[in-house]
């Protein structure tokens, strides 16, 4: 019951944040919305740090900066398609695209899943479709440069996923 609660806690979270930063990328500008993005961030992290036991190692450093610096290449590219089309299809191609590049970076090192890690794969590319597929004459297409750049940040936020997987363990 916990894991349901946590899980839904941050989808909630991460959504509102797309949905919040996507809003303020098309109010102001995207460089500004990424830079408050990572501000808040940043506070957050200087909150927490002191409660958290880390060793520090280049590796660690070394991890830590590209996977910094993936995560925002990956959000400031999500703001910006967020605020050039359609939120609707942009944030979940988005997503699916950022769960994939792990996945696959897992398969081809020989990590799999059975049955259902396929039917889910299936599912979510479904679901995504599903999503962008609106049938109405009138209904707001997402521009090539917004499905380029969605692609684009789901490609660096799983590429931050898999730096932070690359990075060191802490000793317990």
Request: charged content about 5%; overall charge neutral; glycine content about 16%.
């Amino acid at each position: 019951m916990l894991t349901v609660a946590l899980g839904l806690i941050g989808a909630i979270a991460y959504g509102g944040a797309d949905f919040y930063g996507g809003l303020a990328a098309r109010r102001s500008s995207t460089i500004l919305t990424t830079l408050g993005v990572a501000l808040v961030g940043l506070v957050g992290l200087a909150l927490t740090s002191p409660f958290v036991s880390a060793v520090s190692s280049y590796d660690a450093w070394f991890y830590g900066a590209a996977s910094g610096l993936a995560g925002a290449i990956g959000i400031g590219l999500l703001y910006g398609s967020l605020a050039i089309g359609p939120m609707s299809i942009l944030s979940p191609a988005t997503a699916f695209i950022s769960a994939i590049v792990p996945v696959s970076v897992g398969l081809s090192m020989g990590e799999g899943g059975g049955a259902s890690f396929y039917i889910a794969i299936v599912l979510a590319l479904v679901a995504v479709v599903l999503v962008g597929f609106v049938p109405e004459k009138g209904a707001v297409r997402p521009r090539p440069i917004g499905l380029l750049m969605a692609a684009g940040s789901g490609t660096f936020i799983g590429f931050t996923v898999i730096l932070i997987d690359l990075s060191p363990r802490t000793p317990a």
